[in-house]
Structures are given as C-alpha cells and as structure tokens.
C-alpha cells in the first residue's frame, strides 16, 4: 500500500462564488476535491492528489490534471454555462499577477471546517485561506461569496476510526465544534468586506461509495445521514444568527441534500444506471481513489460515482445544472448577481 492509497478526498463540498462586476462575471472557487483544480499538485507534502490516471481520462486531452474526477468538475461546468473559463489553481498563480483578478479557484482535495482535518491529508490549506494573506482580496469589497466546507470534517475525521476527533467528542461536541468554527470563519470573512455568502449544505454523506462498504449489504448509512441532516440544520440556524447580528450580512443556505439524494435514489431518472458502488471499482480499499491499477467500468457515463468519494463528469453536469437553477435563479447570468434562496 503507497501513501497516496491512503488518501482520500471528498465528495459534496463546492463553492462557486460569482461575482458581477460590469458586465463581466469573475468566479472565486472555494471548496474541496470536488471542486478542486490542481492546488494540491503544488503541495509537496499533500497526499490528496489525483495527478494520475484514470483522472481526467475524460478531460480534454485525457490527462490527469488535479481534479478528482473522469472529467469536469461541478466548477469547471458552472463556469461554462456562464460561458467563462474555469478559473486556475490559485497556488498556479503568482502573488502579483493580474489574473487573480479574473477569478481563482481556491479549492483544495481534503480541506475542511477544522484545521486537523487537513491533517489527516498532510497538507491541504485552509478553506478561507486565513494563512494566505493574498487570498483576502477575493473577498474584501461586499464581493459575494459561496462556501461549501463540512463534507471532509466528516468522512475524513469524524468518520475514521483512527483520528482523535471521532474518539475525543460526542456528536454534538464535535458538531458545535463545527458550528462555532465556521461561525468565527464566517464572522471573519464579514469583517474583510464578504456581504453576500452562499453556503452550500452536505449531501447524503452516507450514501457515498466508502461509507456504503461499510454497511452489510451495501445500504445508505443512516446514522450518518442523520448527523448530516442535524449539521445542515444547524447551519441555517447559524446565518439566521449571523443574518441578524453582522452589519449588512446576507448569509443563504442552499440545499443540496434532497438534490443528491434523488440522483443516487433515482438515477435512471437522470440517465444513469448504478449509483450504489463506483466505476472505479475501489469502494472496499483503504485509499478510495482511481488508482492506475484499478479495473474501469465500461460506460463511465452509466455511473453516478467515479471513485470511491467522486461523483463522475456526467454526474457532475446533473448537479451543476442544479446548482446552477439555484446559484442564478433567471435564465442566464443575470447582471447584478441575484442572491440564491435568501
Ligand atoms: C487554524 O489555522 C489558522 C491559520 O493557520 C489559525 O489562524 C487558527 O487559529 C487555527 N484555528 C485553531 C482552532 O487552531
Ligand atoms: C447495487 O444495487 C444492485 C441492485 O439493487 C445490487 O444488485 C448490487 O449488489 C448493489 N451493489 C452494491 C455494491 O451494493
Ligand atoms: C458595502 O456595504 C456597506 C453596507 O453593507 C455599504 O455601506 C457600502 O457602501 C458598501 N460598499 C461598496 C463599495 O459597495
Ligand atoms: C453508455 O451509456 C449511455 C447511457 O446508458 C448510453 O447512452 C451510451 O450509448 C453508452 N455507450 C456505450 C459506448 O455503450
């Protein structure tokens, strides 16, 4: 087994930030693996990556190029239907150049609400970036912001047996940990200038690839389903809280849950044929992730998950169209952005 077997990513956790300025729309990225572009290739030590085949077989070119899927990520989809291109790894770029103007995606595979879950990945950077000075510019100004955070404080801490957080606390220890954590985080970004954040809630964690194994016949696990449910729910109490203390504050809870619950319920509905194990057959092994030495399904398209944690390209684009009709409610991208589900 190397150390990258031993990595693992995430699966719903997107950020996409939109930002109107002019006519032109920039997009600010912030999440996790399922939204990440390459930042962790520039992370010597992070055991989060995905630079190797079979990622991006379905990538123009075929080539590996960081993201954690066949494909396209949610990201890169949401960019083309603003008909923009998909911004770069903010690591990519240098601190002076003009690009980071034009939009930076920030998502790192791995990254979570809680400092120690990147740990358990060696290094990822921080969601909010608070260790990189340069990252404060996307958010100053009353810019709009999207997050996405809690998928890996889950599957990659709370849910693995060998990390303190699961041994140390209760549930709802470690969920109001969560919650203050994210409130302070919020309550930064208000101070830099973000009035307009858009949180994008967990999906049905339970019923990834990884946590399915785990159960005797492969069934959705339900207590993990539930703590979901109670951290979604607790979130949207937390902007109500926010909404009314932070001066101009305009904090939305998106929902993602129900969206990712029918496409792996109903996938025939969405064109898909299997939604309960991986097309990189990799759900059982330690790691999770499309190997080079792992066996491929034989229509990638049929699947709704890649690997073990990943939704594939074409679930991608089932939950970007989603995400989309939710992110910019009027036909296409209006100017100025309107706010999502206040
Ligand atoms: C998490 O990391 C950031 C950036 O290094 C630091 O400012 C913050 O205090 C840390 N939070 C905790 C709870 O350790
Ligand atoms: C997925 O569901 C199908 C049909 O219900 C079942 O035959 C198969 O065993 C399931 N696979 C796994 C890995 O649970
Ligand atoms: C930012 O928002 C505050 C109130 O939320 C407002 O007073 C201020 O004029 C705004 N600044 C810009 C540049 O829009
Ligand atoms: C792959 O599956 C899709 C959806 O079921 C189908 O439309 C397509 O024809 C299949 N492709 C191949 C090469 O079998």
Redesign the pocket.
């Known amino acids: 087994m190397t150390a990258s077997q031993q990595v693992i990513a995430i699966f719903l956790v997107t950020y996409v930030v939109a930002v109107s300025s002019g006519p032109s729309i920039v997009t600010y990225i912030f999440g996790d693996s399922l939204t990440e572009v390459g930042n962790n290739n520039y992370l010597q030590l992070s055991l989060a990556k995905s630079n190797f085949p079979y990622y991006g077989i379905d990538y123009k070119g075929g080539m590996a190029t960081g993201r954690f899927t066949n494909g396209r990520t949610i990201g890169d989809i949401i960019s083309e239907k603003l008909g923009i291109p998909s911004p770069p790894p903010f690591l990519s770029l240098s601190l002076n150049d003009d690009a980071i103007l034009k939009g930076v995606n920030y998502a790192s595979g791995g990254a979570g609400i809680l400092n120690d879950t990147g740990i358990y990945f060696i290094s990822s950077f921080n969601l909010l970036c608070f260790s990189y000075s340069y990252c404060l510019i996307t958010v100053t100004g009353n810019k709009s912001c999207g997050l996405f955070s809690g998928s890996n404080d889950y599957v990659n801490n709370y849910l693995q047996p060998f990390l303190a957080d699961g041994q140390q606390y209760t549930h709802d220890e470690f969920i109001g940990l969560l919650i203050s954590t994210l409130g302070e985080q919020l309550t930064r970004l208000h101070q830099l200038g973000a009035r307009k954040m858009v949180f994008h809630g967990l999906g049905p964690l339970g019923c990834i690839?990884s946590q399915?194994?785990k159960s005797k016949?492969?069934q959705c696990l339900k207590q993990v389903n539930e703590w979901v449910i109670q951290f979604n729910s607790r979130v949207q109490k937390l902007l109500d809280a926010l909404n009314r203390n932070l001066y101009g504050a305009k904090l939305a809870f998106a929902d993602t849950y129900s969206a990712v619950w029918d496409l792996i319920h109903n996938p025939t509905a969405y064109g898909f044929k299997?939604s309960?194990?991986s097309c990189c057959n990799v759900?059982t092994s330690v790691g999770g992730l499309c190997l080079p030495n792992s066996k491929l399904c034989k229509n990638r398209t049929e699947y709704v998950f890649w690997d073990a944690f990943h939704p594939s390209d074409a679930a991608n684009v089932v939950l970007a169209n989603k995400f989309f009709s939710i992110l910019f409610p009027e036909p296409h991208p209006p100017s100025p952005t309107p706010l999502p589900h206040y």
């Open positions: 690839p399915r194994v016949r492969g299997i309960n194990t759900d």
